[in-house]
């Protein structure tokens, strides 16, 4: 990729630098409008962009502690002087500013450590596009195929069965076609490993026409495939790639995978090209590269509709009520819609496609959760991108809707878009839920969870431990009550510990009820906890009312790959129970 290179970013001349008070200093750049923090302490200045770490919010003056700013979107708190996040606590270190001031004439610079676009290295003029040269079909939710010159490439296909153990399924009925389509596929890019993206029932189906297809991942720290093995899905050509290096399809296609700049380990983004016309797929990424990106690509899709978590949905006790939980939905949805309506903005695609938002919780325990979770929709983010932007061409699309990229170049207004005949099922209206089910269902009656000594273990496993927290986990029904005769224990995360009781000692607190078919299957496998916050599958409290990111961080990424474990430590100490009550 090059190597590192130095951009000034801001500059202070000396009368301002004069003007700077001790403490935190907020500045905005004349010209590009951009926002920076810079704090003056006794012995040296520190500096950032004034943008939050977690979802590009913007700081403001914290009142309550004169070296701290506070988030505009999420309450994210930022240390300045240490840039690090207070809360939540554990969480990120601030990205920080070189800061340069001149000997000569007293003025100040922030400087900017980068390397190098790695998309320009290489770089290919565009070519003239005939009408079919290259296309873009939707399939669903995130699934988007490719066709450039005569290769096809699929992008995340998620076409059958729940996501998140069962908290999300397709809203949009696949193509007839769309298994067929994926198994005659050239290669596949995967994103990253949350099963809206990686989904084992549909990659199930795939192996069993073609185990052999490319796929290609990003190298991110959790490996996207790590529970390939213990999946059963026979896949045997998985290519893991290099970030910001091209990969050469053939002479005319290549694509580059890049990372998340807030989740590295986690999420990935994709630039393909073909005759030197771009197209940039951000997928979930919060902050794509670290927000460098290309500009002026032909094509841009990203997501749009948020409410890809269980905050607060899922959240019980003190401030959360339904009437907070709406007007919290509502701003959040307003917040989003302006981010990406400014991030088109800022990189002037020639066409921009919303997508991977295309999600329900259609199971009827959910129903609260379908009501509550309120999302944007792709029509309204293209409407005010259109108003924004009258000279970017939007897409909404719909199943089966296919975007011609040399007709739309040529002429916005022409039929560059072809949508499905009339008469094509659009949305789903059934999504077998028994046959998915069963396989939960299936895991709480499995022999270890016969023995209390699971617990210990698996905890012991997880690996998780000197924080000063304590949970309460209590098994419960799908409709949260607790489950009759199922698990009702505390975890003392600061020693390890199994207490009958809370400790007397100050501690931060957290009850999670869990549905028993989820929380089983995720044990037993060895699984992450996505299943259960991001798929709505847990209730929970609080006290304090602080995001305890060390820990969800922990069970979310950090688990132990080497998930075999699980059932090697379950097992042994089961039968070792078992063995000792006979004696």
């Known amino acids: 990729m090059g190597s590192s290179v130095s951009k000034t970013v801001l500059r202070l001349e000396a009368e301002d630098v004069q003007t700077l008070k001790d403490g935190i200093n907020l500045k905005k750049h004349p010209e590009d409008g951009k926002c920076y923090i810079i704090y003056k302490g006794k012995d040296k200045m520190r500096a950032c962009r004034n943008q939050c770490k977690h979802q590009g919010g913007l700081f403001i003056e914290d009142i309550e502690d004169s070296r701290t700013v506070r988030c505009t979107k999420h309450y994210w708190k930022l240390n300045v002087a240490t840039m690090e996040y207070v809360n939540p606590p554990d969480s990120f270190t601030q990205d920080e500013l070189e800061v340069v001031l001149s000997d000569t004439d007293g003025s100040l610079e922030l400087l900017e450590l980068n390397p190098p676009d790695p998309w320009t290295a290489e770089p290919r003029e565009a070519q003239e596009l005939h009408a079919g040269e290259i296309t873009l079909t939707y399939i669903t939710h995130a699934c988007m195929e490719l066709k450039a010159g005569n290769k096809r490439m699929m992008f995340d296909p998620w076409l059958t069965g729940p996501a998140f153990a069962r908290g999300w399924w397709l809203l949009h009925e696949p193509p007839s076609d769309a298994m067929d389509r994926l198994s005659q596929a ?137 009437s907070w939980k709406a007007d919290f939905i509502k701003n959040e949805r307003k917040k989003l819609l302006k981010y990406k309506t400014q991030l088109v903005k800022s990189l002037q695609p020639k066409i921009y496609c919303p997508f991977a938002g295309y999600f329900t919780e259609a199971h009827p325990s959910d129903r609260y959760i379908k009501e509550t979770n309120i999302k944007n929709s792709a029509a309204d983010l293209n409407q005010s991108i259109r108003k924004r932007c009258p000279n970017i061409l939007t897409w909404t699309p719909v199943p089966g809707s296919v975007l011609d990229l040399a007709l739309a170049l040529h002429d916005p207004s022409s039929s560059a878009i072809t949508e499905p005949p009339n008469g094509t099922k659009i949305y789903k209206d059934s999504w077998d839920f028994d046959l998915y089910l069963e396989e939960l269902k299936a895991s709480v009656s499995a022999e270890i969870f016969k023995c209390k000594s699971w617990i210990q273990y698996y905890y012991n496993w997880a690996g998780f431990k000197g924080y000063n927290l304590v949970i309460r986990v209590i098994e419960t029904e799908d409709d949260f009550k607790p489950l009759k005769g199922g698990y009702d224990y505390l975890v003392d995360f600061l020693d390890l510990s199994f207490p009958d009781e809370r400790p007397e000692r100050d501690h931060a607190f957290e009850e999670i009820k869990n549905r028993v078919n989820v929380m089983r299957h995720v044990i037993l496998n060895g699984q992450l906890w996505d299943d259960l916050y991001i798929g709505y599958n847990n209730r929970m409290s609080r006290d304090p009312d602080v995001y305890h990111h060390k820990l969800w961080n922990h069970f979310q990424i950090e688990l132990p790959l080497l998930q075999i474990f699980v059932n090697i430590y379950i097992y042994f100490y089961f039968f070792i129970s078992v063995f000792s009550t006979l004696i």
């Open 186 to 322: 050239d290669l596949i890019y995967i994103s990253h490993m949350h099963s809206d993206h990686l989904s084992y029932p549909t990659l199930q189906r795939l192996s069993m026409k073609r185990p052999d297809i490319p796929i290609y991942v990003g190298d991110t720290s959790r490996p996207v495939f790590w529970y390939l093995e213990k999946s059963g899905v026979n896949l045997t050509n998985v290519n893991v790639v290099p970030f910001g290096v091209w990969q050469n399809v053939d002479e005319l296609l290549r694509f580059m995978i890049l990372m998340d700049g807030v989740h590295p380990e986690l999420d990935t983004c994709l630039i393909v090209e073909y005759k030197g016309h771009m197209i940039l797929n951000t997928v979930d990424c919060t902050r794509p590269n670290n927000g460098r990106l290309p500009h002026g690509v032909d094509v841009m899709m990203s997501d749009f509709a948020g409410g890809a978590s269980g905050f607060p949905m899922t959240f019980h006790g003190g401030k959360y009520t339904e």
